[in-house]
């Protein structure tokens, strides 16, 4: 389960449609109100150790002016993206081995330019490796 953004400056939305499975998926808004520098964190309920693999599905549909789509073990970064992919959807495995309870969160950054948005769909933790 994943909690609501952290930072009340930022959305996160459901959308009905062209998800990469299923009906819905999680973007972050980057147009107004938001701001050059917002931030939307979306983080898990429960803290996390151990050895799993963490799989999702992410589209970066930005313009190239600063936007940067991460994800955080706690404070450790495990994955960043900042160049656009387009609007396909991408699928991302990372293997994490750790002793450190932490929390797990997606963090979008809007860039410069209004134009733009970062889903995920299809959170998926499993023990073990990739």
């Known amino acids: 389960h994943l909690d609501a953004p952290q ?10 449609r062209h998800s990469s499975l299923g009906r819905f998926y999680l973007y972050f808004e980057t147009s107004s109100p938001r701001q050059p520098g917002d931030v939307a964190i979306l ?6 150790r151990g050895c799993f693999c963490l799989r999702f599905s992410y589209s970066f549909n930005v ?6 789509f991460q994800v955080l073990l706690g404070n450790q970064q495990l994955f960043v993206v900042s160049t656009p ?13 750790t002793n450190v309870p932490a929390k797990v969160k997606f963090a979008a950054e809007r860039g410069t330019d209004w ?6 769909d299809n ?8």
């Not at 930072?7 to 009905?16: H, V």
């Open 63 to 68: 313009r190239d002016s600063g936007h940067v």
């Open 7 to 16: 930072r009340s400056n930022a959305f996160l939305w459901y959308w009905p």
């Open 115 to 120: 134009v733009g948005d970062t889903a995920i």
């Open 123 to 130: 959170v998926v933790l499993t023990d073990g490796r990739c």
């Open 85 to 97: 992919s387009g609007e396909s959807w991408r699928r991302q495995s990372i293997q994490v081995d």
């Open 43 to 48: 983080s898990s309920k429960v803290t996390v």
